[in-house]
């Protein structure tokens, strides 16, 4: 490959470089014809020529396959309690009988197919298009898919509760906003779960606004919440992490570090070894 990457440098472009080109077509053409002048050209340690060799290789050549090649990519992942994997920040259901299983994902530029571990097909589904698109065919679902997966309506609902009323409109809302219940569940897992870092106060406060803004979205949320929880300062932060975070270290009262209160503990203890020393 390189020695052909000199020939063109070294030769054939030398051989054109005083020419004048106006089209890219015209300048292949004379590019074609010096290179059959050297394939067709004797070599000078050995016999024949490159054509001559190349119609011997060609007669052992198999044919090209008659289906275009694609570029496969393969990754495994685990069944939600929506129904769907997640491949590629997209969303595609998966039949009803592997809920919490690993299936298999196979996907090329245009199609994504879902195996089970042991090699059976279980659907396939033209690509997402686009960042966050969900493929959800509702035959595969259950007919009482609210009541066969832990992920329901009325379980978000009854989390959102324990926050605040602010939070359960919010969550309400946000199992209204998609045409399929079952593709706001990773939302509102996403909204909930910001208790974990940030306090149930904050996320109250956060959701209030949000309805105040008529935009109660899971990204709304995301992008204020820690703004809310600054303005709340130590209130703001999941208090009860960073209990946990403590557990186990001993915390001194805040009058041990009293400046006072040091030194007559160093004099009290200066006299005593003093009265020790003269005895």
Same mark, same amino acid.
């Given at each position: 490959?390189?020695?052909?990457?000199?020939?063109?440098?070294? !030769?054939?472009?030398?051989?054109?470089?005083?020419?004048?080109?106006?089209? $890219?077509?015209?300048?292949?053409?004379?590019?074609?014809?010096?290179?059959?002048?050297? *394939?067709? %050209?004797?070599?000078?340690?050995?016999?024949?020529? #490159?054509?001559?060799?190349? %119609?011997?290789?060609?007669?052992?050549?198999?044919?090209?396959?008659?289906?275009?090649?694609?570029?496969?990519?393969?990754?495994?992942?685990?069944?939600?309690?929506?129904?769907?994997?997640?491949?590629?920040?997209?969303?595609?259901?998966?039949?009803? %009988?592997?809920?919490?299983?690993?299936?298999?994902?196979?996907?090329?530029?245009?199609?994504?197919?879902?195996?089970?571990?042991?090699?059976?097909?279980?659907?396939?589904?033209?690509?997402?298009?686009? #960042?966050?698109?969900?493929?959800?065919?509702?035959?595969?679902?259950?007919?009482?898919?609210?009541?066969?997966?832990?992920?329901?309506?009325?379980?978000?609902? #009854?989390?959102?509760?324990?926050?605040?009323? *602010?939070?359960?409109?919010?969550?309400?809302?946000?199992?209204?906003?998609?045409?399929?219940?079952?593709?706001?569940?990773?939302?509102?897992?996403?909204?909930? !779960?910001?208790?974990?870092?940030?306090?149930?106060?904050?996320?109250?406060?956060?959701?209030?606004?949000?309805?105040?803004?008529?935009?109660?979205?899971?990204?709304?949320?995301?992008?204020?919440?820690?703004?809310?929880?600054?303005? $709340? !300062?130590?209130?703001?932060? *999941?208090?009860?992490?960073?209990?946990?975070?403590?557990?186990?270290?001993?915390?001194?009262?805040?009058?041990?570090?009293?400046?006072?209160?040091?030194?007559?503990?160093? #004099?009290?203890?200066?006299?005593?070894? !003093?009265?020790? %020393?003269?005895?």
């Amino acid at each position: 490959m390189e020695n052909a990457v000199g020939i063109l440098e070294k !030769g054939f472009f030398h051989d054109l470089e005083e020419r004048r080109y106006f089209s $890219l077509e015209q300048f292949n053409e004379d590019l074609w014809e010096k290179l059959e002048e050297l *394939n067709d %050209a004797p070599f000078k340690k050995k016999e024949h020529c #490159r054509s001559y060799y190349w %119609a011997e290789e060609k007669e052992e050549l198999m044919p090209l396959p008659s289906t275009q090649y694609h570029y496969m990519e393969r990754a495994t992942a685990k069944v939600s309690s929506d129904f769907h994997v997640r491949f590629d920040n997209a969303y595609y259901s998966v039949d009803k %009988a592997y809920l919490h299983k690993k299936v298999v994902i196979r996907a090329t530029a245009s199609v994504v197919k879902i195996f089970s571990l042991e090699g059976e097909l279980i659907i396939e589904w033209p690509r997402a298009t686009y #960042r966050g698109e969900w493929k959800t065919d509702t035959s595969r679902l259950p007919k009482n898919y609210e009541d066969f997966s832990e992920w329901n309506s009325t379980y978000f609902i #009854r989390k959102a509760s324990t926050v605040g009323s *602010n939070t359960t409109e919010v969550i309400k809302r946000i199992l209204k906003s998609r045409k399929l219940e079952v593709q706001t569940y990773r939302l509102c897992v996403g909204v909930l !779960g910001f208790t974990k870092k940030y306090s149930r106060p904050a996320l109250e406060e956060c959701c209030r606004r949000a309805l105040t803004a008529e935009r109660t979205t899971y990204t709304y949320i995301k992008n204020t919440i820690g703004a809310v929880a600054e303005e $709340l !300062g130590a209130e703001g932060y *999941n208090t009860d992490k960073n209990k946990k975070r403590n557990e186990g270290s001993y915390i001194m009262d805040s009058s041990y570090s009293d400046m006072e209160k040091l030194l007559n503990r160093s #004099r009290t203890l200066a006299d005593q070894s !003093g009265k020790e %020393a003269q005895r």
